[in-house]
């Protein structure tokens, strides 16, 4: 919760693949609070009160999940809801005259998102929930220790940049709002 709350404010990817990532650790409990609550939130070095609204947190987070039904796989609809309006600043950004370094970069990665996405089994709705994706996957096999190839980590840090690039646009284009 602490983390998320700073992640959105600071940078969009970066709380989407948070997000992405308490989904994937509620799942891991099997959606049992207690057990995480025992195992995760107890080591937070937190007042007591702030480990109750982190249970809390969780506790929406796993009912949004059920809700959503999403228990397996998936993302809650609010998550799918911000890569949706990610994907829609990004198209705002292409069209604006002083963006072009941000319509270069894209255009340069537009060949790697869409090999990268006829490679894999996920099904993503556009070019960015791909990045995501990619870069998702790419920290669930570093957290695996999984082997990954050259080629495929210097496309996942381009991705990283290029994901970086749109956040803080997002981030800019809230502020002025």
């Not at 009160?49 to 397996?72: S, T």
């Not at 994901?163 to 997002?170: D, K, P, Q, V, Y």
């Amino acid at each position: 919760m602490l983390i998320s709350r700073e992640k959105r404010r600071t940078n969009i990817a970066e709380y989407i693949l948070y997000m992405w990532q308490v989904e994937d650790t509620i799942r891991a409990f099997g959606f049992d609070i207690d057990k995480l609550d025992n195992m995760l939130i107890s080591q937070y070095e937190q007042p007591d009160e702030v480990r109750k609204e982190i249970r809390e947190w969780y506790e929406n987070i796993a009912a949004h999940m059920k809700r959503d039904n999403v228990e397996q796989s998936g993302h809650v609809q609010f998550l799918k809801n911000i890569v949706s309006e990610l994907y829609d600043y990004h198209l705002f950004l292409l069209q604006q005259p002083g963006e072009g370094k941000y319509s270069e970069m894209f255009a340069a990665l537009l060949p790697l998102i869409r090999e990268m996405n006829a490679k894999q089994k996920w099904s993503s709705e556009n070019e960015i929930e791909t990045c995501l994706n990619a870069v998702y996957i790419f920290m669930m096999m570093r957290l695996r220790k999984n082997p990954v190839s050259a080629e495929t980590e210097q496309a996942i840090n381009l991705f990283i940049r290029f994901l970086g690039l749109l956040s803080s646009r997002f981030r800019e284009g809230e502020e002025s709002r």
